[in-house]
């Protein structure tokens, strides 16, 4: 699976991304995790199954719709207690329900 989280700048949603890819790797699944800008997001959406907005970017969710479901890829904003705590288990458990 091939999870895309965007935020501002990229830059805060990595530490979730790692602690993803943490939870994946403890679950025996290699998963392709990666963060980027929001702004990124167009070029990045390629082979994606699931769109993930860090809550401080919500107000760009508009916008993430209009890309991201023409091409059938699923896309929230991850839930602040999720966020907030970087919770990487429930990040995942998160972006599989999108599905």
Same mark, same amino acid.
């Given at each position: 699976?091939?999870?895309?989280?965007?935020?501002?700048?990229?830059?805060?949603?990595?530490?979730?991304?790692?602690?993803?890819?943490?939870?994946?790797?403890?679950?025996?699944?290699?998963?392709?995790?990666?963060? &980027?800008? #929001?702004?990124?997001? =167009? *070029?990045? /959406? %390629?082979?994606?199954?699931?769109? !993930?907005?860090?809550?401080?970017?919500?107000?760009?969710?508009?916008?993430?719709?209009?890309?991201?479901?023409?091409?059938?890829?699923?896309?929230?904003?991850?839930?602040?207690?999720? &966020?907030? #705590?970087?919770?990487? =288990? *429930?990040? /995942? %458990?998160?972006?599989?329900?999108? !599905?």
């Amino acid at each position: 699976m091939k999870i895309r989280l965007f935020c501002v700048a990229g830059m805060s949603t990595s530490l979730l991304v790692n602690r993803m890819r943490e939870a994946a790797a403890g679950r025996g699944e290699d998963l392709d995790i990666r963060a &980027y800008a #929001e702004s990124d997001m =167009e *070029k990045c /959406l %390629d082979g994606v199954d699931v769109a !993930l907005l860090g809550p401080q970017s919500r107000l760009a969710l508009k916008k993430a719709r209009a890309l991201c479901e023409p091409r059938g890829i699923p896309v929230a904003v991850i839930p602040v207690a999720v &966020y907030s #705590e970087m919770n990487g =288990e *429930k990040a /995942l %458990d998160f972006a599989r329900e999108l !599905l």
